[in-house]
């Protein structure tokens, strides 16, 4: 009964996360349901899964095995910056727990604007270096 | 005679002086602009990065927070038709 529920909640859920660049995750961080599905059943990096023996592992996902979501920072200097799974494009991230459930809700949003913003840069070559790679510190 | 030469090579010398320290002058103010155009260019920029960063969380936080909000409604809402 439980599971059933479970099941019809994770599928009411797309709706919600096609709104956005979203995903949910569960309390062990694996990707129930996302707008890009190949994320699904992926785990998030530190997540809890590793921890759950594989009968466990079978029993509640029928999978012994989880991807793991690449999401690492842009770059070593503190930015919000992340790099999601390998893309060119540095992303930032915000994610939601749901209250009175278990899920988190995460959504992913693209800085492409960052080179639209560089390129507009005035006089772009010279503040390059004029600022003695300073500018990695944004987008390193 | 020879004091009009001398005079003649003072005056060109005093002359040739004159114009290599208004050429000095020229280019250091020139390569200072430049410094300064590059400098503003990159603060420029650094500004614009930050905000845009700044900027687009806080609506991502937003966002999450309004669908973690509705997904809580419908859940309740399921939970609720499923006990009737």
Redesign the interface.
Known sequence: MGAV?AK??IR??SA?VN??Q?F?TDERGVVLIAHDRTLEMKSLPGSSIDQLDETHRIGYYNRSQFDRLEIAPWNDRG???VRFERSAVPA??????????N?T?????G?G??SA??SD????N??????NG??KE??G | MLEDVRRFVNTRQSNGEAQSGILRTTLALAAACVLAAGWLSYWQYSVRTRALITNTMKELSFQTFQIAQDITADLAQMRELWVR
């Open positions: 529920i019809k909640e009411n859920l919600w709104k956005l979203a949910v930015t919000a910056l930032v991230m915000a994610s939601c727990p749901v209250p009175n459930s899920f809700i995460s959504a992913v949003g800085m604007g960052l913003i560089r840069c005035l006089c772009k010279f503040s390059l270096q004029a600022s300073k500018d944004l987008l």
